[in-house]
């Protein structure tokens, strides 16, 4: 919600095109919002709430990543916590000067510990979850993709989106088919 609500008062402005009005959600970046003044020249009245969602986020999925280390076994349990938990406090620095760095060490990081979950998942039957973890992974893996190489950048907006998009379908959708693990270690 604070996502949308930064978007609305966005002043306007992209990358290509500094003259569009408002956030264009299929041309704009997540970071875009993030800055103090738009593409457009003007101050960003949705800045505060882009920051806060943009930490908000990574620190809620800390308590999920302990939620998927109840699929998988020994080892593979503590890094799922581990990893996951430090992919995601890592994640809430993008909006620093630590951008870049914080996407190279999150991304592995969290990769390595959904690629553990979905191991899990399939372990304990959740087969149907897979599509859906699939189609996130490979969003997001095109989206980093896309902006390692700078390649098609003007489609990266929106992939962007619909990782992010899958993501969190798959993080509501693996949340309640996994609800009854809840008491269990």
Wanted: charged fraction near 15%.
């Amino acid at each position: 919600m604070l996502y949308f609500l930064a978007a609305s008062l966005y002043p306007g402005g992209t990358r290509v095109d500094r003259a569009t009005l408002g956030y264009a959600h299929f041309s704009n970046y997540w970071c875009d919002l993030l800055d103090a003044v738009s593409y457009s020249g003007s101050p960003n009245p949705g800045r505060p709430y882009a920051l806060v969602a943009t930490v908000a986020l990574p620190l809620t999925l800390i308590p999920f990543c302990f939620r998927l280390a109840r699929l998988a076994r020994g080892r593979e349990r503590w890094f799922i916590r581990g990893a996951g938990s430090l992919a995601m406090l890592l994640a809430t620095l993008i909006f620093t000067r630590l951008h870049d760095l914080a996407i190279n060490l999150a991304g592995p990081l969290g990769f390595c510990a959904f690629a553990l979950a979905l191991r899990g998942l399939l372990r304990k039957g959740f087969r149907r979850l897979l599509l859906l973890a699939g189609a996130a992974l490979a969003l997001s893996l095109l989206n980093y993709l896309m902006w390692q190489t700078r390649s098609l950048l003007f489609l990266m907006p929106l992939a962007q989106k619909l990782a992010y998009a899958a993501l969190l379908s798959w993080v509501v959708a693996t949340t309640f088919a996994t609800n009854e693990l809840g008491a269990k270690s």
